[in-house]
């Protein structure tokens, strides 16, 4: 079982910086990717930004240059930096893993729980 806590989620100004980090437990024999997604009303939950276990990183175009995604394998732990931010980044922001639990069970997807990012004056 794998359990992924998010936190780091408030009410910004724009132009502002939030980091969000996401940590995972329970029994991990490893993370393959983890990722970040947001989720605004109105619209699909979208891919914001992943990083592979070779720290390979994809971003959404619409972030590329002001988000930042980090983990730290020792921890188990996911962190999006997020720089200059605008209104419409407002949404609520979910980490992901790409995770197994031993070295024969299948790759399982797990999602946190969500934390709301508010960028508002």
């Known amino acids: 079982q794998v359990q992924l806590v998010e936190s780091g989620g408030g009410l910004v100004q724009p132009g502002g910086s939030l980091r969000l980090s996401c940590a995972a437990s329970?029994?991990?024999?490893?993370?393959?990717?983890w990722s970040w997604y947001r989720q605004a009303p109105g619209k699909q939950r979208e891919l914001v930004a992943s990083?592979?276990?070779?720290?390979?990183?994809n971003y959404a175009d619409s972030v590329k240059g002001r988000f930042f995604i980090s983990r730290d394998n020792a921890k188990h732990t996911v962190h999006l930096q997020m720089n200059s931010l605008k209104p419409e980044d407002t949404a609520v922001y979910y980490c992901?893993?790409?995770?197994?639990?031993?070295?024969?069970?299948?790759?399982?997807?797990?999602w946190g729980q969500g934390t709301q990012v508010t960028v508002s004056s």
């Open positions: 990083i592979t276990s070779g720290t390979s990183t």
């Open positions: 992901y893993a790409e995770a197994a639990t031993s070295g024969i069970s299948p790759i399982d997807d797990y």
């Open positions: 329970g029994t991990i024999f490893s993370i393959d990717v």
